[in-house]
């Protein structure tokens, strides 16, 4: 009995001593995380943030790369209603001469108007596609820029990362351990 009593005591130190163990162990896997290593020394990792969209609109070429697309986007548009017309009045002369038309006359019509039709919806999904990457392309030294910048701001400030907060995509940012770098991205655009 005495020997049950004694290993069931040492049981629970045992167990006591193991769960102390567990928990300084997990402290410190925590705390190593919330530390990056810095010659040899730790310390708190610190980040940066900014507002993308909002740093990107700030370039003083963002205003011309809009013109430039929607001057394009005005034309295909302005082509697309050109077309549509187009195919609309083909279509009401073949409504008026249908009950006029021999079978041959109005089935080759139908063909035309099936085929101006295919096109149509072609040319609609085509501008749509290149109205895509030209604004792509128009953008991407903006792009390219402002990425130079925040890296080149996160390198200076020694940042362990840069978050885009647009979106709503992060909620709440410790003051303490991250920065609001929207003025200094933003100054450093204007040069």
Known sequence: MKRIIFLFISSICLIASAQEN????SVS?????LYARNDGQYSISKFGF???????????D??????????????????TQRVEREF??????????????PQTILQKRQ??????LTKNIAFKE?????????????FAPLHARLSAVIKEIGTKRGYSFILNTDNNS????NPLQGEDINGIVKESLSK
């Open 126 to 138: 085509e501008s749509r596609r290149l109205l895509a990457k030209a604004e792509q392309d128009i």
């Open 22 to 25: 567990i928990n300084k162990s």
């Open 111 to 116: 063909t035309e108007l099936q085929e101006l």
């Open 29 to 33: 896997t925590t705390d190593t995380a």
């Open 62 to 79: 963002y205003a011309l790369a809009q013109r430039q697309t929607a001057a394009l986007r005005s034309k295909y548009e302005q082509e």
């Open 170 to 173: 992060c909620p709440f940012i």
């Open 50 to 60: 900014l507002s993308y969209d909002s740093a990107l609109q700030s370039m003083p």
């Open 88 to 101: 609309n009045q083909k279509y009401e002369q073949f409504l008026e001469g249908l009950r006029d038309f």
